[in-house]
């Protein structure tokens, strides 16, 4: 293809429809639906300082969290998206406690789980937020609520797609479908999402890590020596590591898909199992870092072969350039193995 030809979205979508072994449509539906509730969230997120949408909502979430307004605004503007054209039998959102069945009688093909909005201490202040999806396709017909419980808990290695939307100085939607990841920028003069970041390959090892530093003194004996050694002066190995954090997860993990690197929420001992979700946050993030050459776990084990019991289950991530992975998991199996 000339490097002159311009891509959409919807395009990429339409050419590459056949990799997918269901192919009949539906997925790239889905793509789509969830690309239009991007653009739509997107322009709220650029006039959120200009409208009364900034701020809180006087509510919390399943996990005793305060709600913000454009937390809610997202929730309900990707439920609307996906709902409508009959592929999807049930939502997940990280702003609900429960499924979300489209239509008890609907037989839809597909689940998608979704963070409307990861960031959200981060809306007021103006830095980066973002959208995070993960799709999968419907094991069973069973068309009971339980059932649909039971639907939506799938290992991540039975994700058929996943991705995320970065609202920052442009707006970049990432997603892989298996097939390796691709980024595309939003054009606000056109409206549509344009091909700038085919086949993104994660460096093999990098030189940032990204992490809450503050919790050190919770973190385990293992992890405090991982940290000791990234920071100390080895120009042969290229440390020391410079230290590089946002505080929201999509934008830290964009970063480290491209620079390379380890990214890592541990367990501390006042979250012992993690703070992040497996089904919102970890099992997508996961996908997109292993299509592109990285790696992802939970500090021993892979985080697509986690088997999810409850659907706001939270786990450790250690996730990023494979190199750094391993180096972070051979410390923390070290230090359990005296």
């Not at 959208?131 to 039975?158: C, M, N, P, W």
């Not at 970049?172 to 999402?193: A, C, K, Q, S, W």
């Not at 001992?269 to 099992?283: A, D, F, Q, V």
């Not at 088997?307 to 190199?323: D, N, V, W």
């Amino acid at each position: 293809m000339p490097k002159s030809s311009i891509v959409t979205l919807d395009r990429f979508i339409l050419d590459r429809q056949i990799e997918f072994r269901y192919s009949s449509g539906e997925l790239s539906r889905i793509l789509y639906d969830i690309s239009l509730a991007a653009k739509v969230i997107n322009r709220e997120v650029n006039k959120a300082g200009l409208v009364d949408i900034l701020g809180l909502t006087n509510a919390t979430n399943v996990h005793g969290e305060e709600v913000k307004k454009l937390d809610d605004f997202a929730h309900r503007e990707i439920i609307k998206s996906l709902s409508l054209g009959g592929q999807c039998c049930v939502l997940g959102s990280e702003e609900e406690e429960d499924i979300i069945p489209i239509r008890e009688e609907d037989s839809g093909e597909y689940i998608v789980l979704f963070d409307p909005l990861d960031g959200s201490s981060n809306i007021d202040v103006n830095v980066s937020i973002g959208t995070i999806f993960s799709i999968y396709r419907r094991q069973h017909q069973e068309g009971t609520v339980e059932g649909l419980r039971k639907e939506a808990l799938q290992r991540g290695d039975s994700q058929v797609a996943a991705g995320y939307v970065l609202y920052g100085s442009s707006t970049m939607l990432v997603y892989t479908t298996g097939h390796g990841v691709n980024g595309f920028t939003l054009d606000p003069g056109i409206g549509e999402f344009l091909l700038s970041h085919p086949n993104i390959q994660i460096p093999a090892r990098g030189k940032y890590y990204s992490t809450n530093q503050g919790y050190y003194h919770l973190w385990d004996e293992g992890l405090k020596n991982y940290m000791r050694y990234l920071i100390e002066d080895d120009p042969a190995t290229g440390r020391p590591y410079s230290l590089r954090y946002i505080g929201t997860l999509v934008a830290d993990i964009h970063r480290t898909l491209f620079y390379g690197g380890v990214f890592f929420y541990p367990r501390t001992k006042t979250n012992p199992s993690g703070k992040l979700r497996l089904m919102y946050e970890c099992n997508p993030m996961a996908f997109i870092i292993e299509q592109s050459g990285g790696m992802a776990i939970d500090g021993h084990q892979r985080i697509m072969e986690i088997e999810p019991k409850r659907l706001h289950q939270r786990e450790p991530l250690f996730i990023g350039s494979s190199a750094d992975v391993r180096q972070a998991q051979f410390f923390l199996t070290q230090q359990e193995a005296k």
